[in-house]
């Protein structure tokens, strides 16, 4: 039988960010389920971090709402306007309203009573129990880190061509590739009515030399306004053109600072409310987002471990 495992933690605000679940999931995968692994909560002042609810708003950017006051609700109506709060910034999911309710902690209850209750909750079986100073933790060897794709991303990956592997290799977001140059017949025509107009401007300075000298203020301002009628016009079909890529070029930002927000790890970039509630890890649980886990987890330590991805 595998060796039961402890992870030890400092409570967060609805659960703290994902980095905690994730550790659970590796506790449980290499102790045989949740029933075989305890976490301990830290009873310390709830720091700076703890008290950020860390999700992606409506525009695909990472942001961060702040927690009330240690993280503690007043009264019902504190809690309710927070809850709007969220939903109103937050990008829009399927169940994101239950998940908000279900996560955030009831009145007058803080951050560790809170998250005494949360837990059991999302893993059931797992045990949690206040940390008393000195309590060792046993989580293993260093694992891989995990990085979840929830069915919408895995769609934007595949309409895209690119798979969740390749995305994170790219050291900054290139959503700028989906801005298209101009091309094709247009830009040929564009190229050569400028070469044309250049030839005849040239054509008409000299003539106006010859005729008189005084004519050059005149051929000036014509050549300014040919330019910028030419230049208003290709930067139109420019934007035409970006208007019809917009749309691809959202879904590649969303997408990427949802795996990799803001160049951060995703674990640590994001809450585990945003976790299930806009990604989709369903709640509680299931035992096979554990249970495929075990080959990942080794006791030799890798100085660079390969991400797992995970679907939600």
């Not at 506790?27 to 860390?54: F, K, S």
Request: include cysteine; proline fraction near 8%.
């Amino acid at each position: 039988m595998s060796a039961a495992r402890v992870v030890r933690a400092a409570p967060g605000f609805a659960g703290g960010r994902l980095a905690l679940l994730n550790r659970l999931l590796r506790a449980c995968a290499a102790a045989g389920g949740p029933a075989r692994v305890t976490l301990l909560l830290d009873e310390r002042p709830a720091g700076d971090d703890d008290l950020v609810l860390r999700m992606q708003n409506a525009h695909g950017d990472p942001v961060g709402l702040p927690a009330p006051h240690r993280g503690e609700f007043r009264d019902t109506r504190e809690r309710e306007m927070f809850a709007a709060a969220v939903r109103d910034l937050a990008l829009p999911a399927p169940g994101l309203g239950k998940m908000v309710k279900d996560f955030l902690p009831q009145p007058r209850t803080g951050l560790l009573a809170a998250a005494v209750e949360l837990w059991p909750r999302l893993l059931p079986g797992l045990t949690v129990l206040r940390a008393e100073d000195g309590a060792p933790a046993d989580e293993g060897a260093p694992a891989p880190p995990l990085v979840w794709v929830g069915a919408p991303a895995r769609r934007t990956l595949d309409d895209l061509g690119i798979s969740a592997r390749e995305l994170l290799t790219i050291e900054r977001e290139h959503s700028e590739k989906y801005r298209p140059a101009l091309a094709g017949e247009l830009a040929s025509g564009l190229e050569r009515a400028d070469a044309l107009w250049l030839e005849e401007l040239g054509r008409l300075r000299a003539l106006a030399a010859e005729v008189d000298p005084s004519l050059f203020g005149s051929w000036s301002r014509m050549e300014r306004s040919v330019r910028r009628g030419l230049g208003e016009f290709r930067a139109a079909a420019e934007r035409c053109l970006d208007n019809h890529a917009g749309i691809r070029r959202s879904r590649w930002h969303t997408l990427y600072q949802q795996l990799r927000p803001a160049g951060r790890a995703q674990e640590e970039g994001y809450s585990v409310l945003m976790g299930c509630g806009q990604i989709g890890i369903p709640v509680p649980i299931p035992a096979v987002l554990w249970q495929c886990l075990p080959e990942f987890t080794s006791a030799e330590p890798s100085d660079a471990p390969q991400i797992l991805f995970l679907d939600s």
